[in-house]
Every structure is written in C-alpha cells, then in structure tokens.
C-alpha cells in the first residue's frame, strides 16, 4: 500500500510540470455588462496599533502587560514580595481612567481615578459665630458665712490645764 500512495505521488509530481492537455472548456455568450462603479477601497488596513509582552523565571519573578487602542495593563511581581502593577482604559464617557495596585506582606493598596480625593479647603465657609471672649475674674470670692471659731493658742491651754 505504501508503494501505490509513493507511485502515485510520484506521477502526480510529474504530469504537474505539464499544462493541461484536455478539451478546453465551452465558451460563455457575449453579455454586455452593465455600467458599474467600483467602491473605494483602501489600499491597506488601517493600523491599529498593540502590543503585549510576558516574562517569568523559576524564581518566581514575572512581568507581563499589554496595550492597545483602548486599554493597556502592567503588572511586575515576585512571589515572595506581591505585585505592582496598574491599568487604564477609556470609559465610556471618553475619560481616560487609571488604577495603581500594590499588593504585598502589607495588605492591598489601589490609587484609583474614580475614587473621591479629599479637598483641604471647604468650598463654603463655616457659619460658627463664638461669643466674644470676656476676661475671666479671677478675684476670690467671700464666704457667705464666717464660722466662728473660738480662739486660744497652745501657751494659754497648756498653762490653763497645769494650773
């Protein structure tokens, strides 16, 4: 069998350098064609440009990404220390957005577009009208009773019991 398949391959090679002998085929009638205006065709495809890339190594490392017309993503890490990385893309609304991620031993951390940045000056003044400030007195004040306390001194008593 395996003879028949190299032989008649063989022939095949060989009559293929050859134009083909055979009865040529009917010719069609003569049909006027009808006027036709051919579209405009670009001469190439637009370029659309991206691109992508990837890396790893038996240590664990690794970096790998892409980019192209919309979007485009990074990201480099190890296994023993986290990952970096970050990725932006068109929303859409035609705002470029981004987000920067870090995530090793300390948690996961994001700096995101979308999220809200606090704003140290209020965009209104506060409404809080004190009192004026009034001088404290710091003058002592009486007692309203006096207690009367009898009077005597160590001398007179201890003269007054040895008496």
Request: hydrophobic share 40%; glycine share 8%; with cysteine.
């Amino acid at each position: 069998m395996r003879a028949f398949v190299a032989i008649s391959a063989l022939i095949g090679c060989a009559t293929a350098q050859y134009g083909y002998a055979g009865l040529p085929y009917a010719a069609a009638p003569a049909v006027a064609a009808a006027p036709y205006a051919a579209p405009y065709a670009a001469p190439y495809a637009p370029y659309v440009p991206s691109s992508q890339f990837q890396a790893q190594d038996e240590f664990g490392n690794l970096n790998y990404g892409y980019a192209n017309l919309n979007s485009a993503k990074s990201e480099t890490g190890n296994t023993y220390a986290g990952v970096t990385g970050g990725y932006s893309y068109v929303d859409a609304n035609g705002a470029l957005q981004q987000v920067q991620y870090i995530a090793d031993g300390a948690g996961f951390r994001v700096a995101d577009s979308r999220l809200p940045v606090f704003n140290p000056e209020l965009p209104v003044a506060p409404t809080f009208n004190p009192e004026p400030l009034v001088r404290p007195n710091l003058q002592p004040r009486r007692p309203l009773f006096a207690p009367s306390l009898p009077r005597w001194s160590f001398a007179t008593d201890v003269q007054s019991k040895h008496s």
